[in-house]
């Protein structure tokens, strides 16, 4: 399966915007992108094929991620936070389209 991707590697200062989102599949994402995280200010955001974003934030004092369907008009996500062997897990097993009953495990959070 391929997505589109976008992100900041802060350290390095790589980036790229959605708006220019580049295409890789989901092995792709989990070997080349997830270990990039590293800074709390790093993030990868992936794009399925029906414009839903999935956005990815590393938590370096707990060595955690926080992984979120973020909603704009409301202001909130739905997240959880997972571990790297959790994370990789999801990685290889994204649906097609990003919804709350794809992602089991999520809360409501408001910004």
């Given amino acids: 399966m391929h ?6 590697f802060d350290r390095s200062g790589e ?9 890789m599949s989901a092995r792709a994402i989990c070997e080349q992108l997830l270990p ?17 974003t999935l956005q990815i934030l590393f938590e370096p004092q707990s060595q955690r991620y926080w992984v979120e369907l973020p909603i704009d008009a409301a202001k909130a996500s739905y997240g959880r936070f997972l571990g790297l062997d959790e994370l990789r897990a999801l990685m290889m097993a994204l649906p097609a389209v990003f919804d709350r009953e794809a ?5 409501y959070r408001p910004w």
Avoid: C, K, T, W
């Fill in 15 to 23: 980036s790229i915007s959605s708006a220019s989102a580049v295409e």
């Fill in 36 to 52: 990039r995280l590293q800074s709390e200010d790093d993030y990868l955001g992936i794009i399925d094929a029906q414009e839903n």
């Fill in 3 to 8: 997505y589109r991707v976008f992100y900041l």
């Fill in 103 to 107: 992602l089991p495990g999520l809360e």
